[in-house]
């Protein structure tokens, strides 16, 4: 005689952060549910804390250096790679955007298709940003003057609060094209992509602690950032749509060391249309221009 099988138990998820290359809980133990657009219950996320955030910036501060370094062409090739993963995992994203941004199937299929599409466009540009961005410069001598775009260093991204993955890709990778390390924030109550980018990233050739993924409160999390000193740039589109959060006041921590600082924009209460084809501005935004000089002939 056949049995009756019990009910199945649902596996309710709690996530971790992304730190280093590895996949540390919180170190102050807590979490909150993240839930749908409906309200229904999706997952339980880590609740990042000042502490988790000073060590995603030791992580990438340690990673810098190796993957500026690195080639232009061995970077683009790496930022490949993440595409590739990407669109291996793409009906994962695709579910997590559709309950999340409260989208249809359709919707969400072409939020994911324009995420995968830009990464592959800013990795193509790691070894072309260099021309574009950099010259030789006419100088009145027999000289050379040569400018060349240099990373910033480590690089803070206080992600969209509301385009959970298509915003969160156009404000990481750009940031990564030149050898900046990076340390994001994710959308408070939308983080289940960019938890899931993490999990690309480190089944990907991005070497542990280039990008390192926070979730929580970002009233929370994002002031310690922005005052950071050994952070030398942040990107402040999360500030849009954030509860509890005053762009202006950011500004003025991350005046303390003379960080570079991207406003969120002028595109209103929930900032840029991520869906508009971007240029080079947020490239731009986080290299230095280093101007050398060589003297001509023998």
Not at 125 to 143: C, E, I, M, S, Y
Not at 266 to 286: K, N, S
Request: glycine share 10%.
């Amino acid at each position: 005689m056949p049995t009756e099988q019990a009910p199945r138990l649902e596996v309710r998820k709690t996530y971790k952060l992304y730190v280093g290359g590895a996949f540390p809980r919180s170190e102050s133990g807590r979490s909150y549910p993240v839930t749908d657009a409906q309200g229904g219950f999706l997952a339980n996320a880590a609740m990042a804390s000042r502490k988790d955030a000073r060590d995603a910036v030791v992580a990438a501060r340690a990673a810098q250096a190796k993957w500026a370094s690195a080639t232009a062409y061995n970077r683009g090739q790496v930022l490949y790679r993440v595409a590739e993963v990407l669109e291996g995992r793409r009906a994962q994203f695709v579910d997590e955007v559709r309950r999340g941004e409260g989208l249809s199937a359709a919707q969400a299929d072409a939020v994911v298709d324009a995420a995968v599409d830009r990464w592959v466009w800013y990795a193509g540009w790691t070894d072309k940003v260099a021309q574009v961005l950099g010259g030789l410069n006419p100088v009145a001598g027999p000289f050379f003057d040569i400018s060349v775009p240099e990373p910033t260093g480590v690089v803070a991204v206080l992600a969209p609060q509301r385009s959970s993955l298509l915003g969160l890709v156009s404000v990481v990778a750009p940031a990564l094209v030149t050898g900046n390390s990076v340390v994001v924030l994710a959308s408070e109550h939308r983080p289940l992509p960019a938890v899931t980018l993490g999990e690309v990233l480190a089944t990907s050739d991005v070497p542990g602690g280039v990008v390192n993924v926070l979730t929580g409160r970002t009233a929370e999390v994002a002031p310690w950032l922005a005052s950071h000193m050994d952070v030398n740039a942040i990107d402040l589109a999360g500030t849009a749509g954030a509860d509890g959060v005053e762009c202006a006041d950011l500004e003025v921590a991350a005046a303390d060391n003379l960080k570079r600082v991207l406003r969120p924009g002028d595109a209103g209460g929930d900032g840029p249309d991520w869906l508009v084809t971007p240029g080079l501005e947020r490239i731009r935004a986080f290299v230095e221009t280093k101007t050398v000089w060589h003297p001509k002939g023998t």
